[in-house]
T-cell receptor
Framework: NAGVTQTPKFRILKIGQSMTLQCTQD?????MYWYRQDPGMGLKLIYY???????DKGEVPNGYNVSRSTTEDFPLRLELAAPSQTSVYFC??????????????FGEGSRLTVL | GDSVTQMEGPVTLSEEAFLTINCTYT??????LFWYVQYPGEGLQLLLK?????DKGSNKGFEATYRKETTSFHLEKGSVQVSDSAVYFC?????????FGTGTSLTVIP
């Protein structure tokens, strides 16, 4: 029962480095999301995808890129890391996206520090 | 725009105390409302939900009622346990995306 799996769990980057956060789900969900969680700020949507080959920007997309080549995988790419990207990142998926969506299924999170 | 406001923490309670975490929302249309819980070191998981006015969501002894007249979805539990220590997030879904509150940290002491 894997659900949503994120790697790595922890990472320290230097300013200007790049990296990819991996996310995979085994529930055959069409909808996938990347959120960042900052202290006292709740969760902010970075990017989302409604299916393979389709992605769109969320609330805070600057500095990030995504791709969705398969239903299962939704990697998040950080180019030229900046201290402002220090955060905890959560990948999530859902079966549908309408207002009656049952729930979002979350991964365990990836804690990223940019120094 | 659409948003959720929930009471700030941290909240510390003794075991068996009564819990209320306030949540109010602003939304156009008719959102669905949710409470998510995040245990230490884990991702968020759904605790309960309500999809229309006057609906009551319940799970694990927690309850919340969708109050359209007061735009609220307060979380309550009659007798908290140490295992309820976690961060609780109120959220709404308007059909386009989820909006989350800032989270309320709850610590229950024996």
């Amino acid at each position: 029962n894997a659900g949503v799996t994120q790697t790595p769990k922890f990472r320290i980057l230097k300013i200007g480095q790049s990296m990819t956060l991996q996310c995979t789900q085994d529930m055959n969900h069409n909808y996938m999301y990347w959120y960042r969680q900052d202290p006292g700020m709740g969760l902010k949507l970075i990017y989302y995808s409604v299916g393979a080959g389709i992605t769109d920007k969320g609330e805070v997309p600057n500095g990030y890129n995504v791709s969705r080549s398969t239903t299962e995988d939704f990697p998040l790419r950080l180019e030229l890391a900046a201290p402002s990207q220090t955060s905890v990142y959560f990948c999530a998926s859902s079966y549908s996206r309408g207002r009656n969506t049952g729930e979002l299924f979350f991964g365990e999170g990836s804690r990223l520090t940019v120094l | 725009g659409d948003s959720v406001t929930q009471m700030e923490g941290p909240v510390t309670l003794s075991e068996e105390a009564f819990l209320t975490i306030n949540c109010t929302y602003t939304a156009t249309g008719y959102p669905s409302l949710f409470w998510y819980v995040q245990y230490p070191g884990e991702g968020l998981q759904l605790l309960l939900k309500a999809t229309k006015a006057d609906d009551k969501g319940s799970n694990k002894g927690f309850e919340a009622t969708y109050r359209k007249e007061t735009t609220s979805f307060h979380l309550e539990k009659g007798s908290v346990q140490v295992s309820d220590s976690a961060v609780y997030f109120c959220a709404l879904n308007t059909g386009n995306q989820f909006y989350f509150g800032t989270g309320t940290s709850l610590t229950v002491i024996p």
